[in-house]
């Protein structure tokens, strides 16, 4: 009875045992290398940095994909392995170049990882293979069997990840792109069918937005594990995200049809909105693969048509029937961009006749860039003190040094033991800092306690040799699945069996893993409190703020360029870089303790209306030209006391959340109708460009609408179509 108990609580906590499985895999492939080396070989080293590379590549790395795919991606790693093991090996004999060294490489691995989840992944675990080298004794003629090691280590892991026990493959980004496409086409045809029948078709409509909007909410990009999110800076990634913004304008745009309360379409615009549901479907499809590529040819001659029968200047204005054609050829834009992104996604390049918005060139620019390019401009975002990726490897990379600073001059017995639990506790606040405390150390009290006791009253080589797998097997299973301390006071229990087999030392060892791991918590505590102790709490705020004033600045400049103003695109370039700092602490923050000041804001609504406003003003500066509604006097005092208003309540928004304080924003959502009824009597001059100053209203009423969302509740937790740690969609 209890055996079943145990079993139907492990299944609980454990569906489908992939945790249980995957601890032993590497219990497996951990005991292999050190035995082998230990007792095979009778190789001290050889032993040690096998088994370290097991724990580096299996314990500490988080990595996306399917077995295979992680199988590769740890050989590709191995080549970074051996460059940090040398480099920790030539510095080991000198405290102050080792931890020069450690000050040099923990910012970078840490840094690295802004060019997507793979080097993230491995963060730790490189930093794990320096930190084993880089202690004494200094003792280079020992390289080669490192090097084995380590090569040894990570090659069987590689093997064991494919062929023992491998883990089911998780659903991929793409294919869950093509299930959020499924239900937004349905969504589309829905408004269709609600728009030209009955009024029973409407209910029909409220249900498919209602699917829709969940089918989007699930490919938020902080609703995935951090290892499946595509934050890589290659092309496919960057198109990935490129096709969660368009759904999601797709999807806002589309319920906006509903909010203006339009009349019957005409059939051009119901053959556009046919075709817009059939688009997307269709990128759905290629993303999925295996079909032929989606093309934009349907959708560009359904808007050729639309633009043709958009009501001229000197007819009859019907505002309702203005606005509808207007929002239906924003909604067309939005499926077109996600069309030429779906298939840039899957690798077919978008030809030059295919014009994007400009908001999406430089996307698909990038498929034509190598790797490193597009690395470097990705690097070069986050290269500011501003950044929390900057702050976090800079934070780390200080303690680390700092860490090995004190164990070299206390000369440690195992001084790498500082450096790890310093590697453990260290978190992105102080308040995440100490929280990991305190598991960490009555973890290792215990196990130090237990480990005493053991060599004390045991002191049998055989009997550690024996336990060593049992005790690895539930180190690596608690990791996972049980408290930090619990796993903390496993992993205490291991390195004491370890070590009792690789010299002596009885009790002391114990005793010294104690103290090293008092010393490494005490110095990540320390510089959690000194460095950046707030974490992106403050960083969320502050650039949050500053990125809806950048918005702000954006639609001013829309305004002043159609009307015939200066154009630059410095302001453009302004509010990108802005939401770039946003979105990385927003994603920071998702990892952090909640705060019950910054809670009280609804992060997601603030930077949904800033993403939104972006992309909506380049596509619309897109499609309305510099000076399309110059000498338009009439206009231009309408359209600037409007942008007037919204300007200064995006400022005051962006006012209280710098301070912590709910948005409460001073504007109500509105309806282009209502935007346009005071100028109704211009609608009807003949000459003017109707459909530009439509859609220029059309931009500014969206934004207040996206702006107003941001009082409208609580941060759920979700993502507003955020690209995490990246330059942009």
């Known amino acids: 009875m209890l055996g079943s108990g145990l079993l139907a609580r492990l299944r609980h906590v454990d569906p489908g045992y992939a945790a249980l499985r995957r601890a032993a895999r590497l219990t497996l492939v951990a005991s292999t290398v050190f035995y082998i080396g230990r007792y095979g070989a009778g190789d001290v080293t050889l032993a040690t940095y096998g088994l370290f590379g097991v724990v580096a590549t299996g314990m500490f790395a988080q990595l996306p994909g399917s077995a295979r795919h992680r199988a590769r991606i740890l050989l590709s790693a191995l080549p970074v392995a051996w460059v940090l093991v040398v480099a920790g090996t030539l510095l080991a004999g000198n405290t102050a170049g080792a931890a020069a060294g450690m000050l040099v490489i923990g910012f970078a691995v840490a840094f690295a990882g802004v060019g997507g989840p793979h080097l993230v992944g491995l963060a730790n675990a490189f930093q794990l293979f320096y930190i084993l080298a880089c202690f004494p004794p200094y003792q280079p003629e020992t390289l080669p069997q490192r090097l084995v090691g380590v090569t040894a280590s990570v090659a069987l892991l590689a093997a064991a990840e494919v062929t023992i026990w491998p883990d089911a493959t998780p659903v991929s980004y793409p294919r869950r792109l093509a299930e959020a496409a499924d239900s937004v086409a349905a969504f589309l045809d829905a408004t269709t069918a609600a728009l030209t029948g009955p009024v029973s078709a409407q209910r029909d409509r409220d249900a498919r937005h209602d699917q829709a909007a969940e089918a989007v909410a699930r490919i938020r990009l902080a609703e995935l594990p951090a290892p499946q999110r595509p934050t890589a800076s290659r092309a496919s990634d960057r198109a990935l995200r490129a096709c969660q913004a368009a759904m999601q304008g797709l999807l806002v745009k589309t319920a906006r049809l509903a909010a203006e309360r339009p009349p019957r379409p005409d059939p051009e615009a119901v053959r556009l909105l046919r075709t817009c549901a059939d688009t997307t479907r269709a990128a759905g499809r290629t993303l999925r693969g295996g079909t032929p590529a989606v093309t934009v040819d349907d959708v560009d001659a359904a808007t050729r048509a639309t ?406 509740g609580r941060d759920a937790g979700g993502d507003p179509g955020a690209v995490t740690g990246s330059e942009g969609p």
């Open 307 to 712: 633009e043709r029968a958009y009501p001229h200047a000197g007819s009859p204005a019907y505002l309702p029937r203005l606005c509808l054609d207007a929002t239906v050829l924003s909604i067309a834009e939005q499926a077109r961009i996600l069309a030429v992104s779906a298939r840039t996604a899957a690798g077919v390049p978008a030809s030059d006749e295919n014009r994007v918005a400009s908001a999406y060139q430089q996307v698909f620019a990038d498929a034509r860039h190598g790797r490193w390019t597009l690395y470097r401009r990705q690097f070069q975002a986050h290269l500011t003190p501003g950044s929390p990726p900057f702050q976090t490897a800079l934070r780390l990379s200080v303690a680390l040094a700092a860490a090995r600073v004190v164990a070299g001059v206390l000369s440690l017995m195992h001084g790498f033991w500082v450096l790890l639990a310093t590697l453990t506790v260290l978190r992105t606040s102080a308040v995440d800092t100490r929280t990991a405390l305190r598991p960490a150390v009555v973890g290792t009290v215990a196990g130090a306690i237990v480990s005493g006791l053991l060599l004390h009253f045991v002191g049998q080589l055989v009997i550690f040799a024996v336990a060593l797998p049992v005790t690895m097997l539930l180190a690596f299973t608690l990791g996972r699945l049980a408290a930090p301390a619990w796993a903390q006071a496993a992993f205490t229990l291991v390195l004491t069996f370890v070590f009792a087999q690789l010299s002596s030392g009885g009790l002391q060892l114990a005793e010294v893993r104690l103290l090293d791991v008092l010393l490494g918590t005490a110095i990540g505590v320390l510089a959690g409190l000194l460095m950046w102790p707030r974490g992106a709490r403050g960083d969320l705020r502050r650039h949050a703020a500053a990125a809806l004033v950048a918005s702000a600045e954006v639609l001013e400049e829309v305004v002043e360029a159609t009307l015939g103003g200066p154009a630059s695109d410095r302001t453009f370039e302004r509010a990108r870089r802005a939401m770039i700092l946003a979105d990385a602490s927003y994603a920071q923050y998702h990892g952090e303790r909640p705060d019950p000041r910054t809670s009280r804001v609804d992060w997601q609504a603030v930077l949904a209306a800033g993403h939104h406003t972006l992309l909506a003003a380049e596509s619309t500066l897109d499609r309305n030209p510099p000076g399309c509604l110059a000498g338009w006097p009439d206009a231009a005092a309408q359209l600037r006391g409007t942008v007037r208003r919204l300007r200064s309540a995006y400022d005051e928004v962006a006012r209280r959340i710098a301070h912590g304080e709910p948005a409460h924003p001073t504007v109500n959502p509105t309806r282009c109708v209502d935007e346009l009824e005071p100028i109704r009597p211009a609608l009807d001059q003949p000459g003017r460009p109707v459909r530009h100053l439509v859609e220029v209203h059309l931009l500014l009423a969206s934004a207040a609408d996206d702006l107003a969302r941001t009082g409208s």
